[in-house]
């Protein structure tokens, strides 16, 4: 898997836990489901931050780095 495959798939990652965040919600009303979206909540967050991090990498850069080193 190459970077740019890497960035997609955790944005990918993000959009589906925050579908079944929403789902949850909605679907499952009165059995714990604040309790539980915001557990998911939390985790997405996690993921998004992951992936706001990822997209500041640089391919370029990175190679640029490894270059000099040599």
Do not use: P
């Amino acid at each position: 898997m190459n970077l740019e495959e890497c960035k997609r798939e955790m944005h990918s990652i993000v959009r589906e836990l925050s579908d079944i965040e929403w789902g949850v919600r909605r679907d499952f009303t009165g059995i714990g489901e604040q309790l539980c979206g915001n557990c998911i909540d939390k985790i997405v967050s996690k993921y998004e931050y992951v992936a706001r991090e990822l997209d500041k990498v640089s391919y370029n850069l990175i190679a640029s780095l490894i270059n000099s080193n040599e």
